[in-house]
């Protein structure tokens, strides 16, 4: 039981079967190929050493096997996170790439712990904020961000530029200084990789686009000729250290550690869920935070950076085939392999083929068909995409988010505040009741006003109710009471008790009675609290419309001396 709660992936291998082993080998030598060129490409967008990206591999791949819930998932460096990272810790190292690599380890750690704390305060709900609209926006921003910053590596000269707008006019400006050798390579690599994928899908195609490449500069010695390269790259494994850092450094790091978290879960839920979705199983949001939090702590006392699910990766090994968490562990283990003994051949990879490899990652961000299919359902929904697009491109990726995320608050809050209501008729031949507003020949009640609002009632929108309901009851010809049918009512708070009580009291003064159907949820707990529901007493709390106009003709039955007149 322990185990199953606490670490998913190691009560799954605990009954592991033996014939699992094939796909799960097949599958983690396939995802470790993919991993090695990524993970190398992305430490560069975080402008650290090529062998720190593996680092923020081996053991977060190992931990999060141990401890995910997700069988398919696979976490390392992730093209977003790794931009996230960049733009907070880039101005405080001005330049320094020891001072980099320290901020670096300590933003990770800090969003590890993050992620653990929000796990432990059941906080997965959060994810629920983060619309698909806003994901869609937000990825489309740093896949254009990635592309105007990578473009440089294809080109064969540094860009300059403070952000997406200026990184972009003085690439324009400098197209002069194109050095050819290196578009050729960077051009060449971009072609492989838009077409190995479509002719041989089982391809490792970045692997095998960065060794063709690198084979490629080692034997006509292109470096001779301005193709820049990687360079050495150190063998071993990590020494384990803990930077200093002061409290200034700490109040940026924690702010934009914060941010990072929220877009590394979320991203790496939309992944783990998509594939849970998919062989039948469920995700446990609140687990999925312990899980990506202890991995992003082994990324950082590794020496590593923040790393997220990684959707490319866990594509590769679902199409492979793999069956548990053995698959992280392999891959990790091939990984670590490499970095042992083979890291010679790393320095002749061209920056240009990792260019490539990245303009391939940012342009695979940038989802035009989901946009498009945005627009036709929902035009706020589209601007709030393309709003959330160019904040991550203008004001900075947290800034933005948290631009749309309030805006989409703000439009549910409007919706609240004026939600539909209807006053209730029949029609022959339809069952249940109809807004009579739409149907001019629906029949209602004489002298009784059947009433439902379609939200619940609070400090908002509780004096809109009370308008709504009042005017409804002076547009009838002599009411003589009001039915509230209740049922989408979630819930009200004590603003809205008040304006019930306020609506209950008008009506009396005017000689009408008013009750309640179909009160249910916290909407009865709160009536029955607030001592409505005994001042209401049973005869006008009902538990159906229809017991509700049963009643309403008994009384009048009873009472046809007021209607004498009518």
């Known amino acids: 039981m322990f185990l199953s709660r606490w670490l998913p992936g190691l009560a799954n291998l605990l009954h592991y079967r033996a014939e699992w082993f094939r796909h799960d080998l097949q599958a983690g030598l396939s995802v470790a190929a993919i991993q090695i060129p990524i993970a190398i490409a992305y430490a560069q967008i975080v402008g650290l050493p090529p062998h720190v990206g593996l680092y923020a591999c081996i053991l977060p791949m190992i931990v999060y096997a141990l401890i995910g819930s997700s069988r398919q998932l696979m976490v390392g460096p992730d093209a977003a996170t790794c931009a996230m990272v960049a733009g907070a810790i880039a101005p405080l190292a001005m330049g320094d790439p020891q001072r980099l690599a320290q901020l670096s380890v300590i933003v990770t750690v800090l969003v590890g712990l993050m992620l653990i704390a929000a796990g432990a305060a059941r906080a997965g709900f959060i994810a629920s904020f983060f619309s698909r609209p806003i994901l869609i926006g937000y990825l489309n ?44 390579i960077g051009v060449a690599g971009l072609i492989a990789l838009i077409w190995l994928p479509r ?14 490449a690198t084979l490629a500069v080692g034997v006509l010695r292109l470096d001779h000729y301005g193709v820049a390269i990687l360079g050495a790259v150190p ?3 990590p020494e384990l250290a803990w ?11 924690m702010r934009d550690a ?16 998509s594939f849970a979705a998919r062989h039948g199983y469920a995700i446990n949001a609140n687990h999925e935070f312990l899980a990506l939090g202890v991995s992003n702590l082994a990324a950082g006392v590794s020496q590593g950076f923040a790393i997220s699910g990684a959707d490319s990766r866990t594509a590769v090994n679902d199409m492979v085939g793999g069956k548990s968490q053995l698959v992280g562990i392999i891959a990790a283990l091939m990984i670590a392999a490499i970095l042992m003994f083979l890291t010679a051949p790393l320095a002749w990879i061209p920056q240009a083929a990792l260019g490539a490899v990245l303009l391939m990652a940012g342009w695979g961000l940038i989802d035009v068909q989901s946009l498009r299919k945005i627009h036709a359902l929902s035009r706020f929904e589209f601007w709030l995409c393309v709003l959330t697009t160019v904040g991550v491109l203008g004001v900075g990726v947290l800034p933005g988010i948290i631009i749309a995320v309030t805006l989409a608050i703000l439009r549910l809050l409007y919706s609240i505040y004026q939600p539909t209501d209807a006053v209730l008729g029949w029609l022959p031949g339809v069952e249940g009741q109809v807004d009579i507003r739409h149907h001019e020949d629906a029949r209602t009640v004489p002298g009784l006003v059947v009433y439902r ?6 400090f908002f929108n509780a004096d809109y109710f009370k308008m709504r309901l009042l005017d409804a009851v002076q547009r009838e010809h002599q009411p003589r009471a009001v039915l509230f049918d209740a049922e989408a009512v979630s819930a009200i708070d004590v603003s809205g008790i008040a304006a019930l009580r306020e609506v209950r009291d008008t009506l009396k003064a005017q000689g009408i009675l008013f009750g309640i159907a179909r009160a249910r949820g916290k909407f009865l707990r709160m009536l029955v609290r607030s001592g409505i529901a005994r001042e209401l007493e049973d005869r006008l709390l009902f538990g159906s419309v229809r017991a509700g106009i049963r009643a309403y003709r008994v009384w009048r039955n009873r009472n046809k001396e007021l209607f004498a007149s009518e």
């Open 141 to 184: 921003g740093i896949g254009l961000s990635l592309l105007a910053g990578q473009l440089g590596k294809v080109l064969g000269f540094q860009i300059e530029g403070d952000g997406f707008i200026l990184s972009l006019i003085n690439m324009l400006q400098r197209l002069n200084e194109i050095h050819w050798p290196t578009l050729a």
């Open 199 to 212: 002719r041989f899908q089982r391809l490792p195609a970045a692997l095998v686009t960065v060794a063709i």
């Open 235 to 237: 063998a071993g494994m």
């Open 243 to 253: 930077p200093q850092t002061n409290l200034a450094e700490m109040k940026s790091l």
């Open 258 to 273: 914060l941010g990072i978290a929220t877009v590394s879960f979320c991203s790496a839920m939309l992944t783990a869920r």
């Open 453 to 458: 609002f379609d939200d619940a009632i609070l």
